[in-house]
């Protein structure tokens, strides 16, 4: 059976809809019809830059019961002058296509809606953007990265406490059909890990946050808080990555710069052993589940606490780049200011 593989913009090329051409957002066949939404229920969308919004929206929209009436009703994308996080005219029409309006405001988009989806690819903006929908008090899913360094991290976490709104953000890998099993349980307790990911890395973020922070995701979804250490042997093409959890377990994650490379991995459990991964549309559907649920219930899947440890290790990552390789503590990235 092929298993496809993509990197990042490979990844938003393919899952896009090839609809091109100026003038496309305001298209009169392509203007949303009005959704009779209920109260509560009406989501809010910020990204048209990643197929995401397209894939998430149109998964919501024509979603049946599971969705518990919840629909993506507003969309709006945010001005930058950052060149990765430039609208995409396809996206855009996806999204009204399946029955999103576009808005020209973060204003028109927070009044329209209960609840947002912030899905813009760029991690840098993510608090400026988040700042405003925590403020307004709307629960908000954040796609990864939720921002591009551990500082920008804990900031929107302290945004979250001080204005009492829930929010929480994750791969889709972390819910991976494979991944839960494992976490509820069937190869018992897991001993230890080895993932491998794509690892395309952007200037802007922690070299792990771009696009190799799947594979960490599924690493953390096993073995859970408690990573103390981190190592990083590092080449030009490819990563490996060792952390060390208090209890003495071991995890791993390999990066691979040159494609094709795929996103899965290997629990080890008391039990024996079990796969993670790969990624297929369906994990996206799981993903999706758990936002409705956390929509309905404001209980977040994934604690903020094992967000800002998952960052922790990216900056530890780094650092142990800069120093060829010594091991760097997690807890004191947790605790210490920007280093």
Not at 7 to 27: D, I, P, Y
Not at 29 to 44: D, S, T
Request: net charge neutral; glycine share 8%; proline share 5%.
């Amino acid at each position: 059976m092929e298993v496809k593989t993509y990197n990042r913009r490979g990844f938003v090329k393919a899952a896009s809809l090839a609809v091109a051409g100026a003038g496309v957002l305001h298209h009169p066949l392509l203007q949303a019809r009005p959704l009779a939404v209920p109260q509560g229920k009406r989501i809010g969308l910020i990204g048209l830059d990643t197929s995401h919004s397209e894939v998430f929206t149109r998964m919501i929209n024509t979603g049946g019961t599971e969705m518990r009436e919840y629909r993506v009703v507003a969309a709006y994308h945010p001005a930058t002058n950052r060149d990765i996080l430039n609208i995409k005219p396809q996206i855009a029409a996806a999204v009204q296509k399946h029955g999103a309006r576009l808005v020209n405001s973060m204003d028109e988009l927070l009044d329209a809606c209960d609840v947002v989806l912030l899905e813009t690819i760029d991690g840098v903006p993510h608090l400026e953007q988040a700042l405003p929908v925590l403020k307004a008090g709307k629960p908000v899913f954040i796609d990864k990265p939720l921002s591009a360094t551990l500082e920008g991290a804990k900031a929107i976490v302290a945004a979250a406490e001080k204005y009492k709104t829930p929010f929480f953000s994750s791969s889709s890998l972390r819910f991976d059909e494979n991944v839960q099993k494992v976490v509820a349980g069937s190869i018992g307790r897991v001993t230890g890990a080895d993932v491998f990911t794509p690892a395309e890395m952007e200037p802007s973020h922690l070299d792990m946050a771009w696009y190799a922070l799947h594979g960490l995701e599924m690493l953390y979804a096993v073995l859970g808080q408690g990573c103390t250490s981190v190592t990083r042997l590092y080449q030009e093409d490819t990563d490996v990555i060792i952390g060390t959890w208090e209890d003495g377990r071991m995890g791993t994650v390999r990066g691979v710069r040159k494609w094709p490379a795929g996103i899965a991995g290997m629990a080890f459990g008391e039990k024996g052993t079990a796969p993670l991964g790969p990624f297929s549309e369906a994990t996206y559907q799981r993903l999706i589940g758990q936002i409705i649920q956390f929509f309905d219930s404001k209980v977040p899947p994934v604690s903020a606490a094992e967000t800002l440890e998952l960052f922790a290790f990216m900056q530890a990552a780094d650092e142990s780049r800069r120093n060829q390789g010594r091991s760097v503590s997690v807890a004191s990235l947790l605790t210490n200011n920007e280093r």
